[in-house]
């Protein structure tokens, strides 16, 4: 079956550094997408990776390793406002998008 | 620019009721919108995948019957909850696709919260 895991919930303070993991077995891969989801909100696009490496964009950043099934969001200089969940969606050989269950991060003070 | 709107943003009905949801792109045209569901702390579930002018792709377990989708155009989809119970109380999400930008990136509607009394 197909299967994206990530952290349920991760804590981490203000100004400080986070890297949510994503790991992921699918049948084909066509890009990995992360999106950020405030509660009660739709979720927004945050970054697409379909070769591996780093995409930077601001204070996020994705990485991509497909040999290992591997992602990582990477969020620099936090601020409260970043408190939100963060969801690793995998684009299938069937162009169809598998959604992990979603990493609600904390910030704190 | 890929902006998509959903409507109501809320809505309360009484069981045995139907309620229907539009969701439009507004400044670009969308041959496929998706239809999702997402119970709290969980993620998105996909319901369906309609293209424009032709029947939807139901998911596996969700009733089409029930759950009746039309995407008349290439601006707007609807979804339709018929005789809804207190068990499809859910936040209800659509998205398009577009061909331009990020492949397949799917642009989200801000949702609908439908609650069943």
């Known amino acids: 079956g197909q299967n994206i895991d990530q952290p349920t919930e991760m804590t981490a303070t203000e100004g400080a550094i986070v890297q949510i993991n994503c790991t992921y077995q699918?049948?084909?891969?066509?890009?990995l997408f992360w999106y950020q989801q405030h509660a009660g909100e739709a979720p927004t696009f945050l970054s697409y990776n379909v070769l591996d490496g780093l995409e930077e964009k601001g204070r996020f950043s994705s990485f991509l390793s497909r040999s290992k099934g591997y992602s990582y969001l990477l969020l620099k200089e936090l601020q409260m406002k970043d408190s939100a969940s963060y969801l690793c969606a995998v684009l299938d050989s069937n162009y169809q998008l598998i959604w992990g269950a979603g990493t609600k991060l904390i910030i704190k003070p | 620019g890929a902006v998509v709107s959903q409507h109501p943003s809320w809505v309360i009905c009484k069981s045995g009721t139907s309620v229907k949801i539009e969701c439009r792109s507004l400044d670009f045209q969308a041959t496929t919108m998706f239809w999702y569901r997402q119970f709290p702390k969980q993620s998105l579930m996909l319901m369906a995948t309609s293209n424009e002018g032709s029947k939807a792709t139901y998911e596996q377990g969700v009733e089409k019957d029930k759950f009746l989708i039309n995407h008349a155009s290439l601006t707007l989809s609807t979804l339709t909850v018929t005789s809804a119970h207190p068990e499809d109380s859910s936040f209800y999400i659509c998205?398009?696709?577009?061909?331009?930008?990020?492949?397949?990136?799917?642009?989200f509607g801000p949702g609908t919260r439908l609650t069943v009394t």
């Open positions: 998205s398009a696709g577009t061909s331009g930008g990020t492949p397949y990136e799917q642009y």
């Open positions: 699918t049948s084909g891969f066509n890009g």
